[in-house]
């Protein structure tokens, strides 16, 4: 199993953000967090990699305890983050933007980032800045490549992109997936989310109200009301 989060909660403050949350990514798997704005979607990406401390609760990644693990080291350990609104350094190049990313084999992960994003290696002497949405996305997921992650978590991948730029994301993360990276998606969109993920979690005012397979959950009355607009 690859990641555990068990009875995670979350207080910003006296405000409670996150009750008693628990999901699980195995190895290989793309599993999807849906839910509205404001559910605490974000809130429980942070936690795992180590933004948000939580009230209690536990988060293993592959077996050990990441509870006083610091941001450096679980991205060490695995973990690849893609941060809601891509946070890239826009007055820097594409190039350096991916490097920032890298630990160690830079030329071997900058040859995996240019066959899965093209266009990277086209801007590679461009500032972050003068990219489009879209490309501004794949460079935020290339840079998470750069530290050859185990679990690549992405926040909100949707926000701020046309749809069409969006499905040209999403192929690019069942790719990934497919070489043996497995994927935790937060994300708003919750139709395209489950028609790309093997299992999800639905969460509602910071509880995990449904969890199950992405097909079965697709066509459950909740979330086809309350998330499909069915």
């Not at 998470?144 to 994301?169: H, N, T, W, Y």
């Not at 998606?185 to 992405?214: F, K, M, P």
């Amino acid at each position: 199993m690859s990641l555990v989060v068990k009875d995670l909660s979350v207080s910003y403050g006296n405000l409670k953000v996150l009750w008693d949350v628990d999901l699980k990514v195995d190895h290989g798997e793309i599993v999807c967090l849906i839910g509205s704005n404001g559910a605490g979607k974000s809130t429980v990406v942070k936690s795992i990699i180590g933004l948000v401390t939580p009230k209690s609760g536990e988060i293993a990644f592959e077996g050990s305890d990441l509870s006083h693990v610091s941001i450096h080291d679980r991205v060490r350990r695995g973990l690849g983050y893609v941060p809601e609104g891509r946070r890239l350094f826009y007055s820097m190049t594409v190039q350096e933007n991916l490097l920032m990313g890298s630990r160690r084999h830079a030329s071997k992960q900058l040859d995996l980032v240019h066959n899965l994003f093209p266009i990277l290696k086209e801007r590679s002497s461009q500032f972050a800045g003068n990219l489009s949405g879209g490309e501004q996305q794949m460079l935020a997921i290339g840079r998470a490549l750069m530290s050859q992650p185990k679990l690549l978590i992405l926040d909100e991948l949707s926000a701020g992109l046309a749809p069409i730029m969006f499905d040209r994301v999403l192929e690019s993360i069942l790719a990934i997936n497919k070489r043996g990276v497995s994927v935790f998606l937060a994300e708003q969109n919750s139709e395209r989310a489950l028609e790309i993920s093997h299992r999800g979690y639905v969460l509602q005012n910071g509880r995990i109200v449904l969890n199950g397979d992405s097909h079965d959950l697709a066509n459950s009355q909740l979330v086809q009301q309350a998330y499909l607009g069915l």
